[in-house]
């Protein structure tokens, strides 16, 4: 789910999912998880991941693979910094689970959110940061300036 540039996107993202029939866990960092924000952070559906001595994408992987009917909302961008190198490991996430990525989105503007595509061929990194790019162009972050369209590297023959 993007964009991502506010704290509030992981509530106004989780009421939206739940409004579409959604019910979604969310991965945060594990930093996250002390009391009282621990108490907040359940109630989102959040799971920590990463951690000393742990992998954040490996954490994930290993929840993923433990839970069968399971949805995981993942913001691509990785941080809540304006950044224009969105964070691939959602792919490796999906390739290793095997599981599709479902493209959501808030658009503040607009005052919605929504699904864009599915996504489930990871082999070009590229071509898959391309299909964001084209997915996320003209969605209104809560704070615009910090939303940056990934780069992708141009192929020869566009």
Not at 1 to 20: C, E, F, N
Not at 34 to 39: E, G, Q, T, V
Not at 103 to 110: A, E, F
Request: with cysteine.
């Amino acid at each position: 789910m993007a964009p991502h540039t506010s704290k509030w996107d992981a509530v106004i993202g989780k009421l939206a999912l739940l409004s579409l029939g959604v019910r979604a866990k969310l991965f945060a960092w594990h930093e996250y998880f002390f009391f009282p924000l621990s108490i907040g952070m359940k109630i989102l559906g959040a799971h920590p991941v990463g951690g000393k001595g742990h992998n954040a994408i490996f954490d994930a992987i290993n929840f993923i693979n433990a839970n069968e009917n399971l949805h995981v909302v993942i913001c691509p961008e990785g941080q809540l910094k304006e950044t224009e190198k969105w964070n691939p490991g959602f792919m490796l996430m999906a390739q290793k689970t095997n599981v599709p990525v479902v493209v959501t989105y808030l658009d503040y503007k607009k005052k919605e959110a929504g699904f864009k595509t599915v996504l489930t061929d990871f082999s070009d990194k590229d071509a898959v940061i391309k299909i964001l790019a084209e997915c996320y162009d003209g969605v209104t972050a809560r704070h615009p300036e910090k939303f940056l369209l990934p780069k992708y590297a141009a192929k020869a023959d566009e």
